[in-house]
């Protein structure tokens, strides 16, 4: 037995890898076929140049295509080629040079297969190419200038690559095993496609998000141009590391720093924020990319539905409060003296990159706040969830990356069915005022501590659920014990979870003067979201107010 013969045997595909093709790009002298074939001997899956397909195809050489036919011709044929191949069973595939570089052959290479840049230095590549006379980019040229020239236009795209290994003079068995162990290593963000009456977009969840942001955002900006808008807090933690990642595929970006905390989210930090994008002389294909919290997405979003009548808008959340609420169904808007939210628009963002590493540099309060909209989306359609927001709620509060990237995806899911069904929130019942199960009290919380930090807006939504299912348990709606089971869980994982853990009296009128201020009013009446049940929940305005009374003094609200 030969040793590539026991190492097809002995390793398997990862489950990223398996039923997919292999595809190596990089420039030429990158070591795209030698390291391609031992790869594909390792794995045992065939091997395919596309340069050598397309000449197989064309019944002559890459030069002679050249020559006869000019690069615009050998382009379109590469294309076909490589779409053919694509589409054919498993295998390492070596790009030439310039494949990359089609924007509809990365499409299908992204689609189709997972992507290598085998990345070398120019000292190395063109030590490797010093001797090769097959090259019609470098015949009669300056071979050092013409690669530094070809590094500055492809790096970038290249950089769009799943996977990047630097290679320098080491043996071809050595870049192989690096490969491979990147390979083995390698775990794909998950991906959830919404999908909305006006647009579509995908929410792409995972670990180390940040510093491959250029390469998951280029292939959705219109133009390569952005101003990222955070502020002081999340500055501090990551605005370099997201720059860094988008400089890497050659999107320039600026950014706008605004104070921390609820405050920002006036009219305003607003108004300030436009005029910073009209300084920065912003056009209408350039992007505005919210880098924060709940308060950051908000305003941002706002900023960029309204100047120039509208900018692309990229949702980039570090809070799990937002990355599983406010960065999802494109509500987007400031706060002013009268209530909470009433002044904003929809504007739905291209991509959402819910970062999971971010969520380690967030305060356990914070955490367990956000983590209430997790479990909100079970309490209300999904039953299913809620048990398995039982099972695994407190991995998620306590970093359990994988727990947390699941919990995202499924509570994402679950917001995104509900809004593509009312994405504008016109449907009077039901639709998308679901989502505001436990936001009626949750919000007359937030304003009576005054949007200061005191209480959380998921620590008030906890509140809120508990105080809904009661609400509905005493109207006859729902089985007490299931307002039990909620408080019961939502206090396992550490959120205050009824109104008597607050360390705070409240007036019960006063409470209900919030309530009647909320953009949740309909004709002058109060709405609730009430339930039938864990994952049956329903909209109504005919709750009886001494009910709200009489549970608000239950709890300890004084009159």
Partial sequence: MTRNTALRETIPLPDTIAGRCIVLVGLMGAGKTSIGRRLAARLGLPFRDADQEIELAAGCSIPELFARYGEAAFRDGERRVIRRLLAGDPMVLAFGGGAFMDERTREAARTDAVTVWLRCSLPTLVRRVATRDNRPL??????????????QQRDSVYAEADLIVDCGDEPPDFT???VMQALMAWKPPRRLHVVLPSTSYDVVIGD??????????????????????TDQIVAELHLKTLMDGLAETAIQASSIVVPGGEASKSMDSYLDVVDQLLEARVERRTAVIALGGGVVGDLAGFAAATTLRGLPFIQIPTTLLAQVDSSVGGKTGVNTRRGKNLVGAFWQPKMVLADTGTLGTLPPRELKAGYAEIAKAGLIG???FFAWCERHGQGV???????????????????????????????????????NLGHTFGHALEAEYGYD???????GVAIGLGLAFKLSARLGLCPPADAQRVIAHLAGVGL????????????????????????????????????????????????????????????????
């Fill in 496 to 559: 205050l979870a009824e109104l008597s853990m607050l360390n705070r009296r409240f007036s019960a009128a006063t409470l209900i003067g919030h309530m009647r201020r909320d953009k949740k009013m309909r004709d002058g009446a109060l709405h609730f979201v009430l339930t039938r049940g864990i994952g049956q929940a329903f909209t109504s305005a005919d709750v009886p107010l001494d009910a709200v009374i009489e549970l608000l003094r239950e709890e300890g609200c004084g009159a």
């Fill in 453 to 459: 930090g005191g209480l959380l807006h998921g620590e």
């Fill in 382 to 384: 999904d039953a299913a």
């Fill in 138 to 151: 470098l015949n009669g040229v300056d071979r050092e200038d013409t690669l530094r020239r070809l590094m």
């Fill in 397 to 435: 509060v306590c970093g359990d990356r994988e727990a947390q990237a699941e919990a995202i995806k499924r509570a994402c899911a679950f917001k995104a069915a509900v809004v593509g069904d009312d994405e504008r929130e016109e449907k009077p019942n039901d639709g998308r005022a679901l989502l």
């Fill in 176 to 178: 192989t095993t690096t």
């Fill in 208 to 229: 180390n998000l940040l510093a491959r942001a250029g390469a998951l955002l280029a292939p959705k900006l219109p133009q390569k141009r952005a101003v990222v808008i």
